[in-house]
């Protein structure tokens, strides 16, 4: 089986900004999982080729190779309507879209037509798809690669914090991390714009194997700030902001984007074999029980909870052995892209 992937290397077309998320896991993955037989066409590639040139690149290198699947993870407007439909003469064609409890509303369902199968994370998705007359559509979520993501030791000379959140700043965040602060919780906070700066993966995966508590923060985000607001009126094109006119469109999907989603790092801690306690999320009870992972309901509860765990060895090291098992037994990219594969070659 052969594949070709597109998608970006860099965070944000940035070198600085350190790889990617799709490179990081997708392609990491996608590299042990088709060996020899994959082609990768990075995204950054537009900026020194243009991209009509590298549109008719990735259509040149399928009709060449003939590859069984081509897999794209796109971040913006990077394929043209065109190059995509014909790619689907040549190969089965499969995106990635992440956020379409959003994104759907001014993206994904534009782009979907234009693939052989659309993967979605958002529950509901499917059911707005087949509104818009879209069929296409498979329902999949985010899963962790237990080659990177795996209980390991400690190397610090100074001990493994009590209460742990990676991630990066945001005003809501803050707030949360200040709260539990104030109410005398020792949580460590690493990440862009905080204190605690920026990790390494491989200082991340111990700082999940090593905290008596991981927090996955997943707040509502700042409707009122700069970023938010501009996404009414403006748009990403690859590694630039342009204007955006369909108001509209951008209405709808600003109105959603307060739907708390299941993230990639609610499999990735359990699968270092951490305690992991988080928020409400979309869909989270269907891949998890409340004897895997812990949930809170309000600041108050969260708090709550978290002083009770630290005092509480026995209870928080049996939820954090059941989570990492139902995570290996249920929850890795292995499973999930074997499924898509499977329903896709079902469907032919």
Same mark, same amino acid.
């Given at each position: ?18 790889g990617s998320f799709e490179y990081e896991t997708f392609y990491s993955y996608f590299k042990r999982y088709f ?88 529950? &509901?998705?499917? %059911?707005?798809? +087949? *509104? =818009? $007359? !879209? ?39 803050? &707030?949360?991390? %200040?709260?539990? +602060? *104030? =109410? $005398? !919780? ?12 920026h990790v390494s993966q491989e200082k991340m995966i111990e700082i999940f194997s090593h905290s008596k508590i ?135």
């Open positions: 089986m052969r594949a070709l992937y597109s998608g970006l290397k860099y965070n944000f077309y940035n070198s600085k900004k350190g060996g020899s037989d994959i082609t990768y066409l990075p995204f950054e590639d537009i900026l020194s080729l243009g991209k009509q040139k590298y549109n008719k690149i990735v259509l040149e290198t399928i009709q060449k190779e003939k590859p069984d699947i081509f897999f794209s993870f796109m971040f913006t407007d990077e394929l043209d309507f065109k190059t995509l439909d014909e790619i689907k003469k040549y190969t089965t064609s499969i995106a990635w879209f992440a956020d379409d409890h959003w994104r759907f509303h001014n993206y994904s369902k534009y782009y979907a037509p234009y693939f052989s199968r659309v993967v979605t994370t958002y529950s &509901k998705a499917v %059911e707005w798809y +087949k *509104k =818009a $007359g !879209i069929e296409n559509i498979i329902h999949s979520q985010w899963a962790v690669d237990t080659d990177l993501y795996k209980p390991t030791k400690w190397t610090g000379e100074d001990k493994p914090p009590e209460v742990s959140f990676v991630g990066s700043w945001s005003r809501p965040r803050a &707030k949360i991390i %200040e709260t539990l +602060k *104030k =109410a $005398g !919780i020792p949580v460590s906070v690493y990440g862009k714009g905080w204190d605690g700066g991981n927090l996955a923060l997943n707040p509502a985000p700042d409707f009122l700030n700069t970023n938010s607001l501009g996404r009414l009126f403006f748009k990403r094109s690859l590694n630039k902001i342009v204007p955006d006119f369909h108001i509209i469109r951008n209405i709808e999907a600003f109105a959603h984007r307060g739907i708390s989603q299941i993230k990639a790092r609610h499999f990735e801690i359990p699968a270092c074999g951490g305690f992991l306690m988080t928020s409400h999320a979309d869909d989270l009870e269907n891949y998890y029980k409340p004897e895997e992972i812990v949930l809170y309901e309000n600041i108050d509860d969260f708090v709550r909870k978290i002083k009770f765990y630290l005092s509480h060895d026995k209870q928080r090291e049996n939820i954090a052995h059941a989570g990492y098992e139902r995570t290996i037994r249920d929850h890795t990219y292995k499973q999930r892209f074997e499924e898509i594969f499977k329903k896709i070659k079902n469907t032919a």
